[in-house]
């Protein structure tokens, strides 16, 4: 497979629906400016936009949006959740697509594999709180569980002085040290993807 033929899936879960400003939405354009310099295509989704119903069925019935977002999870080979730190936790939106992906837990291919196994994941969080540690273990260990395999280093992050409001979005310019996380947050994630797709993981071990 040609890295040019491999896409990427970011998620943003802000809380502000669209049109509102995110810092999210500019973290997330960061990083897919730096997967499109790697050849890759993507798209970023900003899930509260959609009606994602609570629940952890791959379907909760009528109106549920997230049918159609799981078969663009499921086609994309890099998965990034952008997600924004509330009271020292990832916002409830990037928790309901966690949830959402319990269901695939028990789903497996043609040789017994989870179906996201080969998949890349990575996490960007921000805040203007300490936290950003935290919520990408959680993240990183929730994702693992589910199969995805993840980078070196798959996690760029942000956080802005205690008790003050200024967020990522307001900032003069983007620090340098969050620029060289983002840059080789992709780096290491194209490079994985790639690898995976030439040497998938093997089948299940029987019994």
Same mark, same amino acid.
């Given at each position: 497979m040609r890295i040019s033929d491999q896409s990427v899936l970011l998620l943003n879960c802000t809380l502000k629906h669209s049109p509102e400003d995110s810092s999210c939405q500019l973290i997330a354009e960061q990083l897919l400016g730096g997967f499109a310099a790697h050849g890759l295509d993507g798209d970023i989704v900003r899930v509260v936009d959609l009606d994602i119903?609570?629940?952890?069925?791959?379907?909760?019935?009528e109106g549920d949006r997230w049918p159609s977002l799981r078969t663009r999870i499921l086609a994309a080979d890099i998965l990034v959740i952008c997600t924004p730190t509330w009271l020292g936790h990832m916002s409830s939106v990037a928790q309901r697509v966690l949830e959402r992906l319990d269901a695939d837990l028990s789903t497996t291919d043609d040789e017994g594999r989870p179906i996201l196994f080969g998949h890349v994941a990575a996490t960007a969080v921000l805040g203007n709180e300490d936290g950003a540690h935290k919520i990408t273990a959680d993240l990183h260990q929730a994702l693992n569980d589910l199969g995805f395999t993840m980078p070196a280093q798959g996690g760029t992050y942000w956080n802005g002085r205690a008790?003050?409001?200024?967020?990522?979005?307001?900032?003069?310019?983007?620090?340098?040290?969050?620029?060289?996380?983002?840059?080789? @947050?992709?780096?290491?994630?194209?490079? @994985?993807a790639r690898l995976l797709a030439q040497h998938p993981y093997p089948a299940r071990p029987r019994g």
């Open positions: 119903a609570p629940g952890v069925d791959a379907d909760m019935g008790m003050e409001k200024t967020d990522y979005k307001d900032l003069s310019e983007t620090p340098e040290t969050v620029l060289e996380a983002n840059a080789t @947050l992709v780096s290491n994630a194209v490079h @994985l």
